[in-house]
């Protein structure tokens, strides 16, 4: 990658390292790793950000709990967290620990470019705060729950606070924050995300406690260290200490901040969208340009929770059904941003119509015409038809769409568009029919073997980001080198199949999965 193409950094949330990962953990670093698979091939400087989220009263209790000192604990789940990136092949360029001596250092200079602009006070919080959320409620956000409980809008108990607090003056943002907002309609997605902040901003900001006394487990705060931050304050820096900050004149600062795109679920959009961007306003930082809030996931129709025993483990899906065929799935099953259920009878229709009948059976019947009737050999095409040139625009066309697509996160439409180019392609093998061409008019037979395995080298190229093994795989059975893969060379005026060049023999890439209980 030459050092002059454009930077593109995104990120995932940090997770919390009170428990092991779940399919909604996979699901947001899948996302952000399947773009930051497509941005690499087309031609930017990726910086790909994921790590663990290891401060705060949430994991500290979950610590004692576990009976652990906590930075023995917190060291343990974390690696569950970097296991689990590996398992799905994530292609991260940095795992951050908000443990580590970078970012404590990147917490408490932010901290003090924030009070040195007079935007910090000391006072005394009394009011209500959500440990499992790790979140302070006004009365009104709060519904009666069992023994008197008060509820938080997540279904998290919340409990009164009454400590001595440092706050940031959040209330004067009001304003800042709905210009900014204003003056870059896409920094918050979807649309209904970008609404629920506006409408939560324009009902009126109140100053934010900023730091706690009561525990210990965190950030001490500068020159006061009877505080320690606020875990969020401490968590949403991790993004500009792996950009280097405090070093604001490295390379990798000037590259990679402002951020391209912060990758959330919804249940954390007003943390990212609302108390981040004036955090950093207040200390004279860019904010971030996108923050994107996709939908949640519940298991076969029903909430998933620990408590209800139906945590979905990434794992031991990629176990039973592979792991691009979980990575696909997860991408294609919803409308990114939308929520969606999980069921292994969807899991299963998606991957056996859309991967082994459709993508699959595309790849491997034209491979096996190629080997058996032109003797292991790419063919060599003769003039085009007009079928023929449709077929290959409809490809050049799929590039652009599905670019167009992911610069909106819209991952769902890129397959989409990627599955139509498929479906065309088997009309086309249907109508063509080569495997009668070859006593009629074998040239023409070569011609339209020679059209489909081309076809299949786009559609393969353009896979990659989603599924990167089975993609791999279709394209060393088309025989292209590994080092023409990325988009600009794999589209580039003249690209193409080698005629005469030898072929493997073609194996299968999407298998039928059969259900063992069916
Ligand atoms: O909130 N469906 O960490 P967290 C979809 N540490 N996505 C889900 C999901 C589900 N059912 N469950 C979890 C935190 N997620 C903070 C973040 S960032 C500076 C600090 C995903 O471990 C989704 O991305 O609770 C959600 O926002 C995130 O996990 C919450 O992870």
């Given at each position: 990658?030459?050092?002059?193409?454009?930077?593109y950094?995104?990120?995932?949330?940090?997770?919390?390292?009170?428990?092991?990962?779940?399919?909604?953990?996979?699901?947001?670093?899948?996302?952000?790793?399947?773009?930051?698979?497509?941005m690499?091939?087309?031609?930017?400087?990726v910086?790909?950000?994921?790590?663990?989220?290891?401060?705060?009263?949430?994991?500290?209790?979950?610590?004692?709990?576990?009976?652990r000192?906590p930075?023995?604990?917190?060291?343990?789940?974390?690696?569950?967290?970097?296991?689990l990136?590996?398992?799905?092949?994530?292609?991260?360029?940095?795992?951050?620990?908000?443990?580590?001596?970078?970012?404590?250092?990147?917490?408490?200079?932010?901290?003090?470019?924030?009070?040195?602009?007079?935007?910090?006070?000391l006072?005394?919080?009394a009011?209500?705060?959500?440990?499992?959320?790790?979140?302070?409620?006004?009365?009104?956000?709060?519904?009666?729950g069992?023994?008197?409980?008060?509820?938080?809008?997540?279904g998290?108990?919340?409990?009164?606070?009454?400590?001595?607090?440092?706050f940031?003056?959040?209330?004067?943002?009001?304003?800042?924050?709905?210009?900014f907002?204003?003056?870059?309609?896409?920094?918050?997605?979807?649309?209904?995300?970008?609404?629920?902040?506006?409408?939560?901003?324009?009902?009126?900001?109140?100053?934010?406690?900023v730091?706690?006394t009561?525990f210990?487990?965190?950030?001490?705060?500068?020159?006061?260290p009877a505080?320690?931050?606020y875990?969020?304050?401490?968590?949403?820096?991790?993004?500009?200490?792996?950009?280097?900050?405090?070093?604001?004149?490295?390379?990798?600062?000037?590259?990679?901040?402002?951020?391209?795109?912060?990758?959330?679920?919804?249940?954390?959009v007003?943390?990212?969208?609302?108390?981040?961007?004036?955090?950093?306003?207040?200390?004279?930082?860019?904010p971030?340009?996108?923050?994107?809030?996709?939908?949640?996931w519940?298991?076969?129709?029903?909430?998933i929770?620990?408590?209800l025993?139906?945590?979905?483990d990434?794992?031991?899906?990629?176990?039973?059904?592979g792991?691009?065929?979980?990575?696909?799935?997860?991408?294609?099953?919803?409308?990114?941003?939308?929520?969606?259920?999980?069921?292994?009878?969807a899991?299963?229709?998606?991957?056996n119509a859309?991967?082994?009948?459709?993508?699959?059976?595309?790849?491997?019947?034209v491979?096996?015409?190629?080997?058996?009737?032109?003797?292991?050999?790419?063919?060599?095409?003769?003039?085009?038809?007009?079928?023929?040139?449709?077929?290959?625009?409809?490809?050049e066309r799929?590039?652009?769409?599905?670019?167009?697509?992911?610069?909106?996160?819209?991952?769902?439409?890129?397959?989409?568009?990627?599955?139509?180019?498929v479906?065309?392609?088997?009309?086309?093998?249907?109508?063509?029919?080569?495997?009668?061409?070859?006593?009629?008019d074998?040239?023409?037979?070569?011609?339209?073997?020679?059209?489909?395995?081309?076809?299949i080298?786009?559609?393969?190229v353009?896979?990659?980001?989603?599924?990167?093994?089975?993609?791999?795989?279709?394209l060393?059975?088309?025989?292209?080198?590994?080092?023409a893969?990325?988009?600009a060379?794999?589209?580039?005026?003249g690209?193409g199949?080698?005629?005469?060049?030898?072929?493997?023999?073609p194996t299968?890439?999407?298998?039928?999965?059969?259900?063992?209980?069916?």
């Open positions: 990658m030459s050092p002059g193409a454009p930077a950094y995104l990120t995932t949330p940090i997770y919390y390292v009170n428990d092991s990962p779940h399919i909604g953990h996979a699901y947001t670093s899948l996302a952000c790793d399947v773009l930051a698979r497509f690499r091939l087309d031609g930017h400087r910086h790909f950000l994921t790590g663990t989220d290891e401060h705060g009263q949430k994991v500290e209790k979950a610590a004692a709990a576990a009976g000192p930075k023995e604990f917190v060291d343990e789940v974390s690696q569950r967290f970097r296991a990136a590996q398992t799905m092949g994530y292609s991260n360029d940095d795992f951050i620990r908000t443990t580590e001596p970078r970012h404590i250092e990147a917490c408490q200079q932010l901290w003090q470019a924030i009070k040195a602009n007079g935007h910090i006070y006072g005394k919080y009011g209500w705060y959500s440990v499992r959320d790790e979140a302070f409620y006004a009365e009104d956000e709060l519904k009666p069992p023994g008197g409980q008060k509820i938080a809008p997540s998290a108990p919340a409990e009164w606070v009454e400590e001595p607090s440092y940031f003056d959040l209330s004067k943002w009001q304003d800042k924050l709905l210009r907002y204003d003056e870059n309609p896409d920094f918050i997605a979807p649309e209904s995300r970008r609404n629920e902040v506006l409408s939560f901003v324009k009902g009126g900001l109140q100053d934010l406690s730091s706690r009561s210990k487990w965190g950030v001490p705060v500068p020159d006061d505080h320690i931050m875990v969020w304050l401490d968590a949403l820096t991790n993004y500009i200490t792996a950009a280097g900050y405090p070093d604001t004149a490295s390379e990798t600062y000037r590259s990679f901040w402002p951020a391209d795109l912060h990758m959330v679920g919804k249940d954390i007003r943390f990212h969208a609302v108390y981040w961007p004036a955090f950093l306003m207040a200390a004279g930082v860019a971030p340009k996108r923050v994107f809030a996709h939908g949640w519940t298991n076969e129709g029903q909430k929770s620990k408590s025993g139906n945590v979905i990434p794992v031991a899906l990629v176990e039973r059904y792991l691009d065929q979980v990575r696909y799935f997860l991408l294609r099953e919803v409308p990114f941003g939308n929520d969606g259920d999980f069921s292994h009878g899991m299963m229709r998606r991957m859309e991967l082994a009948n459709d993508y699959g059976n595309l790849v491997q019947r491979l096996s015409m190629i080997n058996k009737n032109c003797a292991a050999r790419m063919p060599t095409p003769g003039a085009y038809a007009p079928a023929d040139e449709g077929l290959i625009s409809a490809s799929l590039l652009p769409a599905m670019r167009d697509a992911m610069a909106r996160q819209q991952f769902h439409v890129a397959l989409e568009r990627h599955g139509e180019v479906g065309a392609a088997n009309r086309y093998v249907d109508e063509q029919a080569p495997w009668g061409l070859k006593k009629t074998p040239k023409r037979m070569e011609t339209v073997l020679y059209v489909l395995a081309e076809i080298r786009r559609l393969a353009l896979s990659q980001p989603f599924m990167p093994e089975s993609s791999a795989k279709i060393d059975q088309l025989g292209v080198a590994s080092n893969r990325d988009f060379r794999a589209f580039a005026e690209a199949l080698t005629p005469g060049s030898a072929l493997p023999a299968g890439v999407f298998p039928r999965f059969v259900d063992p209980a069916a």
